[in-house]
């Protein structure tokens, strides 16, 4: 768990959204390591964790109807993070983590986060990564959706079928989050894991 939540604070710390919620870096790295701490236990628990051998790239899913963070869930969150940040900022945080991990309105597979250490970037492990639920949504026949605030990252999800759909600002002069959603079929991605629900180490994946 200390490599995942490391990968996933290395490679979203200078995030939009984060940057937003906690301007300062020292007070970003605290936080984002008890955020990315709970929201990896939770995907545990409720969807999917997949990460490769290494501990170096890691995906947050869950499967239809399920959400990520139920309210329970969106107060331990804003409770930890009051100390680190202060309340309001607290509560704005943990608001936002329960409003993008929601279900969708329809059958669909939800990534809540995809991270590749800043070590470990361009060697084609995230499309990797993604690839089992990608293959397994399309012979299922359903859509998968995902929230991204990072216009840098719009173009790797293309790659990968997904089209943003629905642009909206988060709080008050924070960023533009993306809803983007990929098709069922949209895409062949090729991939040497096969799909599974749980959570799953995903060995030596081979780059999209």
Do not use: K
């Not at 200078?14 to 236990?41: H, S």
């Not at 869950?62 to 680190?84: F, I, K, M, N, S």
């Amino acid at each position: 768990m200390p490599r995942l939540i490391e990968t996933l604070v290395a490679a979203f710390t200078d995030d939009p959204l984060y940057r937003w919620l906690y301007p300062d870096p020292t007070a970003r790295a605290d936080a984002l390591w008890y955020t990315f701490g709970m929201l990896l236990a939770a995907g545990h628990e409720s969807g999917a964790v997949h990460a490769d051998s290494t501990g170096s790239a890691v995906a947050v899913w869950t499967p239809p109807g399920v959400a990520l963070l139920d309210r329970g869930g969106e107060q331990a969150l804003a409770d930890g993070l009051r100390p680190r940040v202060g309340a309001r900022v607290a509560r704005e945080a943990a608001g936002t983590a329960l409003h993008m991990g929601a279900p969708t309105p329809e059958p669909s597979w939800t990534l809540h986060c995809v991270a590749v250490h800043p070590s470990a970037q361009g060697l084609g492990l995230g499309a990797a990564l993604l690839a089992p639920v990608l293959e397994g949504s399309d012979a299922a026949g359903i859509r998968v959706y995902l929230d991204s605030c990072n216009a840098r990252n719009h173009s790797f999800f293309a790659r990968l079928g997904f089209e943003a759909v629905v642009e909206a600002p988060v709080g008050v002069g924070g960023p533009t989050v993306h809803t983007m959603v990929r098709a069922a079929a949209a895409r062949s991605v090729t991939a040497t894991a096969h799909f599974r629900h749980e959570s799953v180490w995903i060995e030596d994946p081979v780059g999209a």
